[in-house]
């Protein structure tokens, strides 16, 4: 297993239109994690699946963003009416169940213009 | 305030000296704490997860946790100039919350020969 993968590395839109981001985890992980981070800050935490039940999610995913991991294996992120606020780094994270030992992906960056 | 606080630096050190970088944290529920190494416009490598307070050692890297005063600590013995990256503190409450981490906002190191 060569680790968490993600696709695309880099999109750029135009506010208004949607966007879908992949995260493909470490196959033997049953935990998967969405996380945001812009320029010159630390990682914060948007959602995670425990397998394919979505089992939290931050106050700071908006109802433009969904998550969703069907079959408990790769994941999507989608943000729909993008918006210049949305510029920034999606980085999926994977782990065991009761570990917050987290493998990150080398992340999708995002700008809106 | 946040739960996480982490001075941003930059830090500037030659190549062969000790680096110390430090993190503060606020919730006394945070029971794991981490440091991330992120390269530019890649996603965060884990480096050291601790769970008690003490020290963990892991090469030229030393982790400290001090729950008393609720401090964390990443120690670099002999910095290399591949050092040079953002490092980031992290916590974790466990429990139902395992890989739900509260980032400090990252201290960018730079190693010069």
């Known amino acids: 297993d060569t680790g968490v993968s993600q696709d695309p590395r880099h999109k750029i839109t135009k506010r208004g239109q949607n966007v879908t981001f992949r995260c493909d985890p470490i196959?033997?992980?049953?935990?998967l994690y969405w996380y945001r981070q812009t320029l010159g800050q630390g990682p914060e935490f948007l959602t995670y699946f425990q397998n394919e039940a979505q089992l939290e999610k931050s106050r700071l995913l908006s109802d433009r963003f969904s998550a969703e991991r069907p079959k408990g294996s790769f994941s999507t992120l989608e943000i729909q009416r993008t918006e210049q606020g949305d510029s920034a780094m999606y980085l999926c994270?994977?782990?065991?169940?009761?570990?917050?030992?987290?493998?990150f992906g080398e992340g999708s960056r995002l700008t809106v213009l | 305030q946040k739960e996480v606080e982490q001075d941003p630096g930059p830090l500037s050190v030659p190549e062969g000296a000790i680096v110390s970088l430090n993190c503060t944290y606020s919730n006394s529920a945070f029971q794991y704490f981490m440091w991330y190494r992120q390269y530019s416009r890649k996603g965060p490598e884990l480096l050291m997860y601790t769970y008690s307070s003490g020290n963990k050692e892991d090469g030229r890297f030393t982790a400290q946790v001090d729950k008393s005063s609720k401090y964390i600590s990443l120690f670099i013995r002999d910095s290399q100039p591949s050092d040079s990256a953002t490092y980031l503190c992290?916590?974790?409450?466990?429990?139902?919350?395992?890989?739900?981490?509260?980032f400090g906002q990252g201290t960018i190191l730079t190693v010069h020969p």
């Open positions: 196959s033997e992980h049953n935990r």
């Open positions: 992290a916590t974790d409450k466990g429990g139902t919350s395992y890989g739900k981490l509260t």
């Open positions: 994270a994977s782990g065991w169940l009761n570990t917050g030992e987290l493998f």
